[in-house]
């Protein structure tokens, strides 16, 4: 939802076209310029990085492209490719699993950082494709042996309506793809460079069928090259779009184990697939398992039973008022928005003192469960919201922690 339900239309296109020149200048997660704009907005934030008016801890990261005012030939180029960009303003944003990403410390790691925006090519919407979505990754020269098992372990997530998600390379990435198709499934292809540069160049038709089927998703903007160090920050896409990483065939140095990395700090289960003790194909997945790096997994039902949805006991008597089950942000949010009318984020961020991507993210939660609503004017109580709708949010705030 844009964040002025009564703001001028022409100011949510300058909000939209700030995201995108911004998405343009740092090319990739930029934890300082997330922290500026949570704190000023995304139209003062493009302001100052076209005015110079920055930390130092900014100038550098923006110097070399701030002067490229291509947004709007940006946003023509993604719909020209049946595509568009998806701003956290939006409600296809998937703020739960953008959440996780936001609570890690970039001083660890200059990539745990929120991507700006997401450039998606296809129609499906990116916040209903990732509710239940299992990553799938793996060696690039994968054996026949690694090939069977991801087309067995994928074409049964797939079939039973789980989401895959994986990165489009050679190999394992590109059997998982290829399994979910196959079946009617759904799919994700994570990319390291712009959605309209397919890499590797001998996947553009598979990419184009995941398009046509399911989603290309991508941090980068429009004409971006790939380079090695966006595959590491990629990865991080890759696991925070899933509710668990499972790979299968590592190598011992296999770029795999940075997605099984990113997928630990997240909190979410890493599985690996153990092949033949003389196959060098498997060392790094037998190294994950030996190691405690991840659970040994041989089918689709060990997956699940790792990463599948949370099976809460709730209270045997649910208080008839939802406010009385709720606690944390979800009753701050929930008690900040009045009785009649509506509010919108920012409102609600003056009253809570919550940071404004935390408020997004419980709005939702609190909307899933059927606690509120949103329209033009901005968030608002629904009127009727019983015992059903406090389970939901319970379950839902158990699930994506």
């Known amino acids: 939802m844009h964040e002025g339900g009564s703001v001028a239309s022409g100011d949510a296109e300058e909000r939209r076209l700030a995201w995108v020149y911004l998405s343009r200048v740092v090319e990739g997660p930029c934890a300082a310029l997330s922290a500026l704009i949570e704190s000023v907005g995304v139209v003062e934030a493009a302001r100052a990085v076209r005015e110079r008016a920055l930390p130092e801890v900014l100038r550098g990261p923006t110097e070399l492209r ?9 946003l023509a180029h993604i719909e020209r490719l049946g595509g568009r960009v998806v701003t956290p303003e939006d409600a296809e944003w998937p703020a739960w699993r953008m959440l996780g990403l936001r609570q890690l410390d970039p001083a660890q790691d200059a990539d745990a950082a929120v991507p700006l925006v997401l450039w998606v090519r296809g129609s499906r919407s990116l916040l209903e494709t990732t509710e239940r979505a299992v990553a799938v990754v793996g060696a690039r020269c994968s054996t026949g042996y690694g090939n069977h098992a991801t087309g067995e372990i994928a074409g049964e997530l797939a079939a039973r309506g789980w989401t895959v998600v994986s990165g489009a390379a050679f190999g394992i990435d590109g059997m998982a793809h290829r399994a979910a198709l196959g079946v009617g499934g759904m799919t994700i292809a994570v990319l390291a460079c712009g959605p309209d540069r397919p890499y590797p160049v001998q996947h553009d038709h598979l990419l184009a069928e995941i398009a046509d089927r399911g989603l290309v998703v991508t941090e980068y903007p429009p004409g971006t090259s790939a380079r090695k160090h966006q595959f590491l920050a990629r ?7 899933a509710d668990g990483v ?18 630990r700090r997240l909190g979410r289960p890493a599985m690996a697939v153990p092949g033949p003790i003389t196959s060098v194909a498997s060392v790094g997945c037998h190294r994950m398992i030996r190691e405690g790096e991840a659970f040994i997994v041989t089918r689709a039902e060990d997956i699940l039973d790792e990463a599948g949805p949370l099976r809460l006991s709730l209270p045997g008597a649910v208080p008839p008022n939802p406010e009385d089950n709720l606690s944390g942000d979800e009753a701050l949010v929930l008690a900040a928005l009045p009785a009649t009318g509506s509010r919108l984020p920012r409102a609600v961020v003056t009253d809570t003192g919550l940071a404004l991507p935390t408020v997004r993210a419980t709005l939702s939660a609190l909307e899933i469960a059927g606690l509120v609503g949103c329209d033009g004017h901005g968030w608002y109580r629904m009127r009727s919201s019983g015992a059903s709708g406090t389970g939901a949010i319970v379950a839902a705030h158990e699930q994506h922690r």
């Open 66 to 74: 701030r002067g490229i005012e291509r947004a709007e030939a940006d």
């Open 235 to 241: 990865n991080r896409l890759i696991a925070a779009l």
């Open 246 to 263: 499972v790979v299968v065939e590592a190598g011992i140095r296999s770029g795999s184990r940075n997605t099984v990395k990113w997928c």
